[in-house]
T-cell receptor, first 113, second 112 residues
Framework: GAVVSQHPSRVICKSGTSVKIECRSL??????MFWYRQFPKQSLMLMAT?????????EQGVEKDKFLINHASLTLSTLTVTSAHPEDSSFYIC?????????FGSGTRLTVV | DQQVKQNSPSLSVQEGRISILNCDYT??????FLWYKKYPAEGPTFLIS?????DKNEDGRFTVFLNKSAKHLSLHIVPSQPGDSAVYFC???????????FGKGTLLTVNP
């Protein structure tokens, strides 16, 4: 089946620094990648949709200059949290659509201290 | 504006009994519904789905029921097993895009 590999699984960073999260499709080409964020006891909230080779589409209220998304190839999409602050601490998950439906990465727990 | 609602944050059942997880939605454009299971610090894993042209879909121990008039769906797990203990998310999509809208999840605990 389709597998999305997401790294890192956990990251702790200092306030003001940037963090990059990678999602790779291992055995299929991910034309579209979705990025979600989940705060404790909340639902997964869609942040943005990225299509290979084009600019990401951000959901309302998501700062595109803060959450940089790059989808330069059919197998790799990255989310960079720039100038991270403690309120950015969350669980970030990517997802890709495949012939089998939606496949999710394993998530990244970001803690900004 | 929560378009997909899971009003029960938690549910506890005895092993072997039936688990019923409920989900309500408000957006009439939703035409495809999915249930995901999620363990802590992991991504969701797909369980079962149903399209709006059906009212029931069954896969092994898992059955999803859809009541379009009530905008309600439910996931039945029978018999429940301790390994089913996890957070279950209901998700919906519709229209011309593939975006998923998730509920807040229900923590299911199956007691041995």
């Amino acid at each position: 089946g389709a597998v999305v590999s997401q790294h890192p699984s956990r990251v702790i960073c200092k306030s003001g620094t940037s963090v990059k999260i990678e999602c790779r499709s291992l055995d299929f080409q991910a034309t579209t990648m979705f990025w979600y964020r989940q705060f404790p006891k909340q639902s997964l909230m869609l942040m943005a949709t990225s299509n290979e080779g084009s600019k990401a589409t951000y959901e309302q209220g998501v700062e595109k200059d803060k959450f940089l998304i790059n989808h330069a190839s059919l197998t790799l999409s990255t989310l960079t949290v720039t100038s991270a602050h403690p309120e950015d601490s969350s669980f970030y998950i990517c997802s890709a659509t495949t012939n089998y439906g939606y496949t999710f990465g394993s998530g990244t727990r970001l803690t900004v201290v | 504006d929560q378009q997909v609602k899971q009003n029960s944050p938690s549910l506890s059942v005895q092993e072997g009994r039936i688990s019923i997880l409920n989900c309500d939605y408000t957006n009439s454009m939703f035409d495809y519904f999915l249930w995901y299971k999620k363990y802590p610090a992991e991504g969701p894993t797909f369980l079962i789905s149903i399209s709006s042209i059906k009212d029931k879909n069954e896969d092994g121990r898992f059955t999803v029921f859809l009541n379009k008039s009530a905008k309600h769906l439910s996931l039945h797990i029978v018999p429940s097993q301790p390994g089913d203990s996890a957070v279950y998310f209901c998700a919906a999509s519709g229209g011309s895009n593939y975006k998923l809208t998730f509920g807040k999840g229900t923590l299911l605990t199956v007691n041995p």
